[in-house]
């Protein structure tokens, strides 16, 4: 069983940059592909990006390419999402998740562990 506990989040003005934290209990996170997800209010809950187990892979949600970068340090047992010029749109309560596998998951479905969420709020 792993813990998962998002950090990082907050209000910022619209261009501005944010770097979440998801940092892991119980297990090591060296074997699991991580992802992060989002969802807004009234809308369901959208893929923004993930990575493999040892960082070789990563995928992105088109609308965040070129915007947000997921990392992980698996000797401090947490992984990241920088993401910079920040608009509206990405106002969500942010979530990270972990599966075991040494592929990429298919989608959230695929995802076993969750965090609680953090709050992202950007201002126009």
């Known amino acids: 069983q792993v813990q998962l506990a998002e950090s990082g989040g907050g209000l910022v003005q619209a261009g501005g940059s944010l770097r979440l934290s998801c940092a892991a209990s119980?297990?090591?996170?060296?074997?699991?592909?991580m992802g992060w997800f989002r969802q807004a209010p009234g809308k369901e809950r959208e893929f923004v990006a993930q990575?493999?187990?040892?960082?070789?892979?990563?995928a992105y949600e088109d609308s965040v390419k070129g915007r947000f970068t997921i990392s992980r340090d698996n000797a401090k047992n947490t992984v990241y999402l920088q993401m910079n010029s920040l608009k509206p749109e990405d106002t969500a309560v942010y979530y990270c998740?972990?599966?075991?596998?040494?592929?990429?998951?298919?989608?959230?479905?695929?995802?076993?562990?969750w965090g609680q969420g953090t709050q992202v709020t950007v201002s126009s």
């Open positions: 990575i493999s187990w040892n960082g070789g892979r990563s």
């Open positions: 119980g297990r090591t996170l060296s074997r699991y592909a």
């Open positions: 998740a972990a599966e075991t596998t040494t592929s990429l998951p298919a989608g959230a479905n695929e995802y076993d562990y």
